[in-house]
């Protein structure tokens, strides 16, 4: 039995929640959210509680139930209070800049790099260092922070580099440690 997928999620006020069939449609505050769940997996609600049960007992099915609880738990969240992922550029010269919907990336290259902000998600600029990504779909919003920060991914001698905000960087001695 999943464990996670047993969880009762509270459904907050001003969240509603529609079922049709398998389509499960998430509406609040921030926005509306959409998942198609497997067909292994009911879904009821009573009295602000959702539950996820599962039809058969099989290993598909209670692999599903807990990614099925899992997903509908984002996306609760999401269009209650949002997502943000932190991202700072450190470096002699490391910079970003945000251009109505393109962010630009100046990190070390010979060119600035432009990345285009992704539909539903936006872009804030807390100074020329560093940037905050928000929106109401988790897997979007770290998935964008992700691609920025591969642009140029944190050193492990100088620590340079983009990186999440808060994230620890393993440093290396090099030469002089041998």
Avoid: W
């Avoid at 902000?117 to 770290?142: H, R």
């Avoid at 944190?154 to 580099?161: I, L, M, N």
């Amino acid at each position: 039995m999943s464990r996670i997928g047993n969880r009762n999620l509270i459904i907050p006020e001003g969240v509603m929640i529609t079922i049709d069939k398998n389509l499960v449609t998430v509406k609040g505050p921030k926005g509306e959210l959409s998942l198609k769940s497997s067909e292994l997996i009911n879904i009821e609600i009573e009295n602000n509680i959702l539950r996820t049960t599962v039809k058969k007992l099989t290993r598909e099915s209670n692999i599903m139930q807990g990614t099925t609880n899992s997903l509908i738990n984002n996306m609760i969240i999401g269009v209650s209070e949002g997502f943000n992922k932190g991202l700072e550029a450190v470096g002699v010269g490391y910079k970003f800049n945000v251009q109505g919907n393109k962010i630009v990336v100046n990190a070390g290259y010979s060119h600035p790099i432009e990345v285009i902000v992704p539909d539903g998600l936006k872009a804030e600029l807390i100074n020329n260092t560093e940037i905050n990504i928000s929106g109401t779909d988790k897997q979007k919003v770290t998935e964008f922070a992700a691609n920025i920060r591969k642009i140029r991914e944190p050193e492990p001698y100088k620590g340079k580099g983009i990186r999440y905000k808060g994230e620890y960087v393993r440093r290396k001695e090099g030469k002089k440690a041998a």
